[in-house]
Nanobody, 121 residues
């Protein structure tokens, strides 16, 4: 059974930092690219960042580029998101996510329960 368990969210002042973690189980973590997606109150989901299977290639939304860093530890089956210079507009529920293509090219998408980040003074 696939499980993605995010942690590390909280309340932080503007300019502060947080490190999110996503503990994965129930699948071969090292075989899948992983992403972080966030959803701010009253808004739709926004893709934040992605990382390839080996961790050597990373991708960021323009809104977080230069402030956030995605990483993974395949030995620990864990995905990370280091968030620096946080802004009020980073306030959101943050999810880790991956997609698996099954038979007949059906795409399965998996999500954790999310961890809440609030940036406020």
């Amino acid at each position: 059974q696939v499980q993605l368990l995010e942690s590390g969210g909280g309340l932080v002042q503007p300019g502060g930092s947080l490190r999110l973690s996503c503990a994965a189980s129930g699948f071969t973590f090292s075989s899948y690219a992983m992403s972080w997606v966030r959803q701010a109150p009253g808004k739709g989901p926004e893709w934040v960042s992605a990382i390839n299977t080996g961790g050597g290639s990373t991708y960021y939304a323009d809104s977080v580029k230069g402030r956030f860093t995605i990483a993974r530890d395949n030995a620990k089956n864990t995905l990370y998101l280091q968030m620096n210079s946080l802004k009020p507009e980073d306030t959101a529920l943050y999810y880790c996510n991956f997609r698996k293509i099954g038979s007949l090219n059906i795409v399965y998408e998996y999500w954790g329960q999310g961890t809440r980040v609030t940036v406020s003074s």
